[in-house]
C-alpha cells in the first residue's frame, strides 16, 4: 500500500513537472540541463521531467516604460528638464533572455542617453515645436539596439519639458512682447485704413459737389440764355406789331397820339417829386419838335422791318 502512494506521488510530480500551460500573448523559453533548448506558445505544453525546466517567462504585451526624468543640454546651452514614456514589445523572447541581463533597464538607459543626444541637437525653442522630431529620433535610435535584446520598441512619447524659471519668466515676456506689438500694429494699420477711407470718401464728396455745381451752372447759364433770348424775341414781335400798326391808315397819328401822352405822363410825375426842379420849355413847338423826332425813329425802323 505504502509503495503505491509513492508511485502515485512520483506519477503525479511527474505529471506536474511535464505539462506546462501557458497563457496567451505570453511565451516561455525552456532550457534542457541549463541549455536553451526551445520557447514555449501558448496552450498547451509536454517537458521532459528532471530534464527541461523554464527558465524565462515573458509577456508579449505592449509595455508601457516610465523613463525616468533628467536633464537635457540643449544647442543653445539650456538646461531642460525632460520626462517621458517608452512603449516596447518583446518579439523573441530567446533574446529577451539571453541578450541582455535586464532589458527593461537596457532599454531605459537607452532611451535616456538618445534623448540627451537628439536634445543636444536642437535650440530651446526647436525643443517645444519639434516633439514629433524628437519622439521619432528616439524611437530609431533605440530599437536599431534593441534588436540584440529581442525587443521592439514602438513609439516614445515626452510627457513634459521644463526649461529653468529664468527661461519660463524670459518666454513669457518675449510673449507678452510680441502680443502687445501685433495690437499695436492692428491698431496702426486700423487707423491707416480709417485715414484711407476718410480720404477716399471726402474726395469723392468733393468730386460729386463738382460735378453738381457744374450742372448747376449749366443750367443755370442755359435757362439765363433761354430767357434772354425770350425776351429778345418778344423785343423782336413787338418791333415787328408796332411797325405794322404804324404802317396801317391812321397809324402814324395813333403813335403821334401816345408818344404825346407818355411825354405829359413824364412831365406830371417829375413834377410831383418835391426835390425835383422841373423846368417847363417857353415854347410849347418844342413838345412837337420831340414827338415829330420820335415819329422819325418809329419812321426809320418800321421802314427797316
Known sequence: MEIAIVILVIAFIFIVRSIKVVPQQNSWVV??????????????????????????KH??????????????????????????????????????????????????QLAQTSLRSVIGKLELDKTFEERNLINAQVVAAIDEAALNWGVKVLRYEIKDLTPP???????????????EKRALIAASEGRRQE?????????????????????AAI????????????????NAQAIELIASAIS???????????????????????????????????????VSALVTSAMTMIGSVGGKA
Open 31 to 56: 532550457e534542457r540541463l541549463g541549455k536553451y533548448h526551445s520557447s514555449l506558445t501558448p496552450g498547451l505544453n509536454f517537458l521532459v521531467p528532471f530534464i527541461d525546466s523554464v527558465a524565462y
Open 59 to 108: 509577456s508579449l504585451k505592449e509595455i508601457p516604460l516610465d523613463v525616468p526624468s533628467q536633464v537635457c543640454i540643449t544647442k543653445d546651452n539650456t538646461q531642460l528638464q525632460v520626462d517621458g514614456i517608452l512603449y516596447f514589445q518583446v518579439t523573441d523572447p530567446m533574446r529577451a533572455s539571453y541578450g541582455s541581463s535586464n532589458y527593461l533597464i537596457a532599454v531605459t
Open 165 to 179: 524659471k529664468e527661461i519660463l519668466l524670459a518666454m513669457q515676456s518675449q510673449i507678452t512682447a510680441e502680443r
Open 219 to 234: 443750367n443755370n447759364a442755359e435757362g439765363e440764355a433761354a430767357a434772354i433770348l425770350a425776351v429778345a424775341t418778344a
Open 248 to 286: 396801317q391808315p391812321g397809324g402814324e397819328k395813333a403813335v403821334q397820339l401816345k408818344v404825346a401822352e407818355q411825354a405829359v405822363e413824364a412831365y406830371s410825375k417829375v413834377a410831383k417829386d418835391a426835390k425835383t426842379t422841373l423846368i417847363i420849355p417857353g415854347n410849347m413847338t418844342e
Open 195 to 215: 485715414q484711407i477711407n476718410i480720404a477716399t470718401g471726402e474726395r469723392e464728396a468733393f468730386i460729386a459737389r463738382s460735378e453738381g455745381e457744374k450742372l
